[in-house]
């Protein structure tokens, strides 16, 4: 894909990594002391002007007194009750802030304790990023997503699975149909269909582009019952024909469709199998660009992902912290208070401190073929990984949880959303705000990465 594409010019460049602290500095400096300007508007300078008016208000307030005489009681007991009025309007105005702020409410509780770095402190509890072998990075800008998302949202309003629950939701759905277009295959291949919404996504992108989809139960047989997409240039290994990726005869089956370059084909797995058995299959198949669905964090989901394999492997002696009275301890038992999917120490760490993948397990298959490894596996799974690694991207949210009132990842440790909190009537402008909420709600960090064998 490197050369062929995009005019023959190379899809990528070399950038230094983007450093987290950048949005840790943003959340401390928005909760910088006000300046010297804006005590001084707000009256709370070092001259009080209110002391030298304050004879002068009681000396009004005694003539006036003295010249209603014994008719003041009814003038006070009215002031009363429009003082009162006063403070129940002003009640009712501000009672979201302290009477019912929902605990998953992002908007809600940003509002409530101001910009305190709840909300965008990436890398705060360690960057899991896999690191590439010579630092590559995408050709593709966040100027690029920003155009793609203005596109792909009436695009997106138009699927056929509109509730496509354990499937994509909009995250990832762009994110597909982004890199799909940008990358411009010969053929698409994809590991996990269930009803067919992500066939329907590459389709999108890619209009006369052959796929080849691989999913134990066929698309078709969910059409009985309800929405889903079969796609007519698409040949389906599934139902009594199924055969797992990692068994296909790929020399065959690329023959047979007329591919002779290797680096025009793009991979989507979402089949919740172990990533690293994955990136082991295509890379001996020769395939080059990979895109993972599901990149769960470290401690969650139910298959080893690139995530987990990175992250703190570089950490002499280990990285997470397992200490009840950490620092780390703390901030993630707070998170988990905000953030449904926010894993605190206790879910993190298994038997003897193990909190490399989930609790120490290398999961794989939904779940049901996990092994236990031992750190030093998960140290040389990371060295393995990085040394076939060009190319290591992941999909950032797109849109900030204040905007997207998404309240399940955890926002410490996913990268800058593409519009960032604040920006409302960017979001407007996409068309988001168009779209159900619930669809934000399953962004799980999909990763594209380029892979070449070591050494090369
Ligand atoms: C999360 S769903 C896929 C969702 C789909 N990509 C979408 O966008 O809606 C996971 C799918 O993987 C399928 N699956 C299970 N084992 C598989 C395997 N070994 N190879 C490929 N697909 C598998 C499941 O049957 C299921 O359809």
Redesign the pocket.
Known sequence: MERGVNNGQSLWHSQSPKTPTTMLDRALSSRRPHSDADLSDSGESGTDESKTKRPHIYLLASNFLSRIGHQWWPCLILALLFLLLLLLTSLAFHSSSFVCISRFDPAARIGFFGLDGLESDFGALGVPWCRSKHGKEVEWTSKDLLKGLEEFVPIYETRP?KN?M???GFD??FG?WFMARWLKPELMI??????????W?MRQAMPDTPIIS????HPEKYLRKGPAYVDGNCTYFAGKD?V??GSVDWKNVLRKHGITDLNRVVV??????NELKRIKQALKAGFRHLIF??NYDTGTGDHYSLRQICDQSYIKGGGHSCFKDSDEARIRSKRKNFWEKAVDTEELCGPGETWWGVRGEMRD??NHSNTLISYNQHFQNSRYVESILDVYWELPPVAGPSLTHQSRYDPARSTPPVVEDGRHRLFQRLGLGRLDKSVFNGYTQMVYLQISKAGS
Not at 190 to 199: D, I, L, N, Y
Not at 214 to 217: C, D, G, I, M
Request: aromatic fraction near 16%; avoid cysteine.
């Open positions: 699975i496509n354990h499937g994509m990832h759905s597909l994809e590991s996990g269909a269930f009803k067919g919404h992500s066939t996504v691989l999913t134990p139960r199924f797992d990726f989507f797995f979402d089949d919740h199998q669905e599901d298959d939904f």
